[in-house]
């Protein structure tokens, strides 16, 4: 069983930066796929940005190029930098974690996850 702890969201303004950590306790998490998740007000969950075991990337179209997420399996945490937000950037954030991927394996359904944090918020002003 793994638990996963986001921080590090805030209220900044637009063209700043923000990085959000995950915390994993329970098991390590370098078998994992991970993901960070948002949900902006009145929207479903969607993905904003995925990473495989073996350090494969994808990042949803409107975070391309401004957001960055990494990990570091040695101190189990899950990082995004995000940078040049916007107010469209607001929303709730969680990340998440599969277990049992293989290499290069991404993943973007929310199905496709199986731990998930509480969540931190980002809000985002003009």
């Known amino acids: 069983q793994v638990s996963l702890a986001e921080s590090g969201g805030g209220s900044v303004q637009a063209g700043m930066s923000l990085r959000l950590s995950c915390a994993a306790s329970?098991?390590?998490?370098?078998?994992?796929?991970l993901a960070w998740f948002r949900q902006k007000p009145g929207n479903e969950l969607e993905i904003a940005a995925t990473?495989?075991?073996?350090?494969?990337?994808f990042y949803e179209e409107s975070v391309n190029g401004r957001f960055i997420i990494s990990r570091d399996n040695a101190k189990y945490t899950l990082s995004l930098h995000m940078n040049s937000l916007n107010p469209e950037d607001t929303a709730m954030f969680y990340c998440?974690?599969?277990?049992?991927?293989?290499?290069?394996?991404?993943?973007?359904?929310?199905?496709?996850?199986?731990?998930w944090g509480k969540g931190t918020q980002v809000t985002v002003s003009s």
């Open positions: 998440a974690a599969r277990p049992g991927c293989g290499p290069e394996a991404i993943f973007t359904p929310r199905s496709s996850y199986d731990f």
């Open positions: 329970g098991a390590s998490i370098s078998g994992f796929c």
């Open positions: 990473l495989s075991r073996g350090g494969s990337t």
